[in-house]
């Protein structure tokens, strides 16, 4: 059974920084991309990276490139994002996602990180 | 930059036909997938590629795509049914993947 468990969300200050992270299981990791989606509260669904299999090629929505950088470690099955220089408009539930083709095919549960002073 | 435009809400009665429209340039040209997100869940992959249903997804749910609006339909719909819909494609000239703002399906 595909199982992806988010963590590593919570409170932060404007301008501080987080790390989420990603458990996978269930399938071979290493073979797929992965995304992080984003939701804001009550709001729609918003892409924010993703990351080839074997890191070979890394993209990012606009409203978070060179602040918000995607990786993986395939020897421990896990996903990360690392959100440096947060903002208000950051706060939100992020999904991690594996990626079949164009689309999402599993998402975990989320992990919400709050930006507030 | 690519747009995905969906209405708002859709309400429809038990047992009759929901259909939820993503409006794009030229969708028809790309492959479009479809989310539910049922309150206080994470989202279900429905339908993907256009009109293909993952396992366990019920044949009430399809999906078309032509010219330029894209279009969910939901058969014979159920009080399970309720929930956000959203449409999603990639587009390659950003390489951006795109979400439309959903749907909230409403079963009256």
């Known amino acids: 059974e595909v199982q992806l468990v988010e963590s590593g969300g919570g409170l932060v200050k404007p301008g501080g920084s987080l790390r989420l992270s990603c458990a996978a299981s269930?399938?071979?990791?290493?073979?797929?991309?992965m995304n992080w989606v984003r939701q804001a509260p009550g709001k729609g669904l918003e892409w924010v990276a993703s990351i080839t299999s074997g890191s070979r090629s890394l993209f990012y929505a606009d409203s978070v490139k060179g602040r918000f950088t995607i990786s993986r470690d395939s020897a421990k099955n896990s996903l990360y994002l690392q959100m440096i220089s947060l903002r208000v408009d950051d706060t939100a539930v992020y999904y991690c996602a594996r990626v079949s083709g164009q689309f999402r095919d599993y998402w975990g549960q989320g992990t919400l990180v709050t930006v507030s002073s | 930059s690519y747009v995905l435009t969906q209405p708002p809400s859709v309400s429809v009665a038990p047992g009759q036909t929901a259909r939820i429209t993503c409006e794009g340039n030229n969708i028809g040209s790309k492959s479009v997938h479809w989310y539910q997100q049922r309150p206080g869940q994470a989202p279900v992959l429905v339908v993907y590629?256009?009109?293909d249903r993952p396992s366990g997804i019920p044949e009430r749910f399809s999906g078309s795509d032509s010219g330029n609006t894209a279009t969910l339909t939901i058969s014979r719909v159920e009080a399970g049914d309720e929930a956000d819909y959203f449409c999603?494609?990639?587009?390659?000239?950003?390489?951006?993947?795109?979400f439309g703002g959903g749907t909230k399906l409403t079963i009256l």
């Open positions: 999603q494609v990639w587009d390659s000239s950003s390489e951006h993947v795109v």
């Open positions: 269930g399938f071979t990791f290493s073979s797929y991309t």
């Open positions: 590629d256009d009109s």
